[in-house]
């Protein structure tokens, strides 16, 4: 999706008064009906909702996780808040723990990222919303330490599939990633939703260019 980033002055790298600063200033947003606002890497990042073949595939996604997970002690969530400190995520998808209210935060905000057992993200048009998917919030969830990454991507040739596993904090990346076009069959690897299969009835056939 298309974003709107709003950046404070010394904005290169977040420290604790930025995080500071930024947490303040989310709180006070008031947005339109149909835009989100998460924080990225110094960043408060104004977005609208997806087009209709973006929350297609995650809604897809999400129907085949209400349905590997039902008899497990994890659920399959949307459009919620991931808090990691003073950062806000807002992925298209995520899985978290079934009993989820010890793992709210305090404030009631949202979930702690230390409950996400895996993410999703459909990219969207638009250089800034491709770059925020592809590169910054995989840094985000990565230091994070969310076990698994799933990021869909439209404009990665004619559809390409990521799976981002095995995080690293400290250097915000993840160690493993397997990538595949559409039409292709991956399985998520590990986490509640090890086994699970995404192909063409997910993402559709490959895109025509």
Same mark, same amino acid.
């Given at each position: 999706?298309?974003?709107?980033?709003?950046?404070?002055?010394?904005?290169?790298?977040? !420290?604790?008064?930025?995080?500071?600063?930024?947490?303040?200033?989310?709180?006070?947003? +008031?947005?339109? +009906?149909?835009?989100?606002?998460?924080?990225?890497? !110094?960043?408060?990042? %104004?977005?609208?909702?997806? =087009?209709?073949?973006?929350? $297609?595939?995650?809604?897809?996604?999400?129907?085949?996780? %209400?349905?590997?997970?039902?008899?497990?002690?994890? %659920?399959?969530? $949307?459009?919620?808040?991931?808090?990691?400190?003073?950062?806000?995520?807002?992925?298209?998808?995520?899985?978290?723990?079934? +009993? *989820?209210?010890?793992?709210?935060?305090?404030? !009631?905000?949202?979930?702690?990222?230390?409950?996400? $057992?895996?993410?999703?993200?459909?990219?969207?048009? !638009?250089?800034?919303?491709? $770059?925020?998917?592809?590169? =910054?919030?995989? =840094?985000?969830?990565?230091?994070?330490?969310?076990? %698994?990454?799933?990021?869909?991507?439209?404009?990665?040739?004619?559809?390409?599939?990521?799976?981002?596993? *095995?995080?690293?904090?400290?250097?915000?990346?993840?160690?493993?990633?397997?990538?595949?076009?559409?039409?292709?069959?991956?399985?998520?690897?590990?986490?509640?939703?090890?086994?699970?299969?995404?192909?063409?009835?997910?993402?559709?056939?490959? =895109?025509?260019?």
């Amino acid at each position: 999706m298309s974003a709107l980033a709003y950046e404070t002055p010394e904005a290169a790298m977040p !420290g604790p008064d930025l995080d500071e600063a930024l947490w303040q200033a989310w709180k006070t947003m +008031e947005l339109p +009906e149909g835009f989100r606002a998460e924080i990225v890497e !110094g960043f408060i990042e %104004v977005s609208p909702t997806g =087009r209709h073949s973006h929350g $297609q595939i995650a809604n897809e996604l999400r129907d085949q996780l %209400v349905m590997f997970l039902m008899n497990s002690q994890y %659920v399959s969530r $949307q459009d919620m808040n991931i808090i990691h400190g003073r950062k806000i995520l807002i992925p298209d998808g995520f899985i978290t723990h079934k +009993e *989820s209210e010890e793992h709210v935060t305090d404030d !009631g905000i949202g979930v702690k990222a230390s409950a996400v $057992q895996l993410v999703v993200e459909v990219v969207s048009p !638009g250089h800034d919303s491709v $770059q925020r998917d592809r590169v =910054r919030k995989r =840094r985000a969830y990565a230091r994070a330490g969310i076990p %698994v990454y799933v990021l869909f991507d439209d404009y990665d040739g004619h559809g390409t599939v990521t799976i981002l596993s *095995s995080p690293s904090p400290a250097e915000a990346v993840y160690a493993a990633e397997t990538r595949v076009p559409y039409g292709t069959e991956v399985t998520i690897p590990e986490g509640p939703a090890k086994g699970l299969v995404i192909g063409e009835e997910i993402t559709g056939p490959p =895109r025509k260019r």
